[in-house]
């Protein structure tokens, strides 16, 4: 089971996964899908070492027909060296598996959906914590007033009255 903790960094929030299995696996970064990206490109890279393991154990019957039809006989180099336009593809090329691209920092991953951040609820309630306000650079959904005044409860209870007065007017 992997858990995401968010802990104080030096310079903000930091995103910690780690592993109940494996107490010494931690992997950490400032923002929560380049964490989880992470962990998915590392899942990505084992699968693709154990399928290339996989694949040099087994021979392949291509090359079990070629060394069972002609075990000596060297291919002759104009076979392999060609100086034409023609296309040869010797098959030693045209076999390889291509690797895994590595996208984004996210790999398409929603960091704050994976640890329940997006969930409007839980961004409703983080919203109207103490010191909420003093995030400069967060755009408020659902706390419009800028009231440092308010207790959280009186804070969240605004918002939720919002919510009804939207819901009447869409009604009507």
């Given at each position: 089971?992997?858990?995401?903790?968010?802990?104080?960094?030096?310079?903000?929030?930091?995103?910690?996964?780690?592993?109940?299995?494996?107490?010494?696996?931690?992997?950490?970064?400032?923002?929560?899908?380049?964490?989880w990206?992470?962990?998915?490109?590392?899942?990505?890279?084992?699968?693709?070492?154990?399928?290339?393991?996989?694949q040099?154990?087994?021979?392949?019957?291509?090359?079990?027909?070629?060394?069972?039809?002609?075990?000596?006989?060297?291919?002759?180099?104009?076979?392999?060296?060609?100086?034409?336009?023609?296309?040869?593809?010797?098959?030693?090329?045209?076999?390889?598996?291509?690797?895994?691209?590595?996208?984004?920092?996210?790999?398409?991953?929603?960091?704050?959906?994976?640890?329940?951040?997006a969930?409007?609820?839980?961004?409703r309630?983080?919203?109207?914590?103490?010191?909420?306000?003093?995030?400069?650079?967060?755009?408020?959904?659902?706390?419009?007033?800028?009231?440092?005044?308010?207790?959280?409860?009186?804070?969240?209870?605004?918002?939720?009255?919002?919510?009804?007065?939207?819901?009447?007017?869409k009604?009507?």
């Amino acid at each position: 089971t992997f858990t995401t903790q968010i802990v104080r960094g030096d310079s903000g929030p930091l995103f910690q996964i780690t592993c109940s299995d494996d107490p010494e696996f931690k992997l950490s970064a400032k923002n929560p899908s380049k964490v989880w990206g992470q962990l998915k490109q590392m899942w990505l890279d084992l699968e693709e070492q154990q399928t290339a393991k996989k694949q040099a154990q087994q021979p392949t019957i291509d090359n079990t027909i070629k060394a069972a039809s002609n075990p000596t006989t060297p291919a002759p180099p104009s076979a392999t060296n060609s100086n034409n336009n023609s296309k040869n593809v010797s098959p030693s090329t045209s076999n390889k598996s291509t690797p895994t691209k590595k996208k984004g920092s996210g790999h398409g991953i929603s960091g704050p959906q994976k640890i329940g951040l997006a969930h409007t609820d839980i961004k409703r309630v983080l919203e109207c914590m103490p010191n909420a306000l003093k995030c400069v650079n967060y755009k408020f959904k659902y706390r419009m007033d800028k009231d440092e005044k308010l207790t959280s409860k009186k804070a969240f209870k605004k918002t939720l009255k919002k919510k009804k007065d939207k819901n009447k007017n869409k009604s009507n």
